[in-house]
């Protein structure tokens, strides 16, 4: 007696209207949890590994679905089911590849990118003075790097007859196992996915394959970096083995304090100290900024502690034409030795000023107090 077959939306766990996402994620859960990799001997989690992938395989496909909802399993001949489908099986694949370095179905895509390594990116730290943040430069580095050994161009082995074919993987730089239903590629473990070992060794680098320089490089530093702002050089990192894509050179800036000008964001800082002379009477007052000399004009009776903006003379924005603003901080300094004209000014001002810190004119409540007293 045939065991009924269950329903497709049942066995990924989903309703009937859900999307291709929430489709896809069920399959995969299901998948991951009953591979036979991670079940070893369990024919249980066997077959339910190959039910969820029958499910995917008709519920992933529009035209499948829509004549599954129509006419459930009788869809597809009398209810033998749709079989596996490679489809299907392409987004399990990337799922397992990621946690195990397989390759399904003989695609051999995955394969080729693992054999082919990436080259290691380069840190390389510039330090640069606050001006040139300013205005950006063009700076000459010395990085120091690796480089392919001239006479073995990176493969470590003598350039004539160095090289032989590996005998694990017969040249084809990946191994096949058998795995349940599956068919699964790997590679190969001996030569790292080359297909060839190394015979005889590189007499000059000595099988290392990389020899260590300084390469000389020219790189552009935009306006308004910061400490911490990295600029990327691609290729410039180390070469790969086994002729892969090199590394990245990531230049990190550190910006250099400046005496005066204090960066907040992308906004100047300063403090301007002035006499008590100044702040009272006003005053005109010249100050020198990265875009040259600028007046700033202190109205009468200023306080310390005041501020001025001038507007579009702080730090650029990167890649931008926009800037952002200086503040002028004014600190009123009072002189902490007085020759003898200077303090007969300050006492004929100190006669001439009230002596109390009460105001001239009687507050709200005094007013009211007199009244009632």
Not at 181 to 204: A, D, M, N
Not at 263 to 280: F, G
């Amino acid at each position: 007696m045939s065991v009924a077959k269950r329903d497709y939306y049942e066995v990924l766990g989903v309703t009937r209207d859900c999307d291709d996402q929430t489709l896809k994620s069920a399959y995969r859960k299901l998948a991951l949890q009953h591979h036979p990799d991670r079940n070893p001997d369990d024919h249980h989690a066997e077959e339910k590994f190959k039910e969820a992938a029958e499910a995917y395989a008709v519920l992933s496909d529009p035209q499948k679905r829509a004549a599954y909802d129509r006419y459930g399993h009788q869809a597809f001949n009398g209810g033998a089911g749709p079989g596996f489908n490679e489809t299907a099986f392409g987004d399990f694949s990337d799922i397992l590849g990621d946690l195990f370095g397989f390759d399904f179905f003989g695609s051999g895509q995955r394969n080729r990118r693992d054999r082919v390594q990436r080259g290691d990116d380069i840190r390389y730290d510039l330090e640069i003075s606050f001006e040139d943040s300013m205005r950006g430069l063009s700076a000459d580095l010395q990085v120091p790097r690796l480089e392919p050994c001239a006479r073995c161009h990176g493969l470590g082995a003598e350039p004539n007859g160095g090289m032989t074919s590996c005998s694990v993987c017969k040249g084809r730089g990946e191994v096949i196992y058998q795995q349940s239903f599956l068919s699964i590629r790997k590679t190969c473990p001996t030569c790292g996915g080359r297909g060839q070992v190394i015979r005889h060794v590189c007499t000059q680098c000595r099988g290392e394959r990389f020899s260590r320089i300084e390469k000389k490089l020219k790189v552009n530093i935009p306006a308004g970096v910061d400490t911490g702002t990295r600029l990327r050089l691609a290729g410039e990192g180390n070469p790969a083995a086994g002729g892969g894509q090199p590394g990245d050179l990531y230049v990190v800036v550190k910006v250099a304090e400046h005496p005066v000008f204090e960066r907040r964001e992308n906004d100047l800082h300063c403090t301007l100290p002035i006499n008590i002379a100044q702040a009272a009477l006003g005053a005109e007052i010249v100050i020198e900024t990265f875009d040259g000399p600028q007046t700033i004009r202190v109205p009468e009776g200023t306080q310390s502690g005041a501020h001025f903006k001038l507007r579009s003379l702080g730090v650029p924005h990167l890649n931008s034409r926009a800037r952002g603003d200086l503040y002028v901080h004014v600190d009123v300094q009072v002189p902490k030795k007085l020759t003898r004209e200077q303090r007969r000014l300050f006492e004929e001002l100190l006669a001439a000023l009230p002596t109390d810190n009460a105001p001239h004119e009687k507050s709200v409540f005094e007013k009211v107090r007199d009244f009632f007293g």
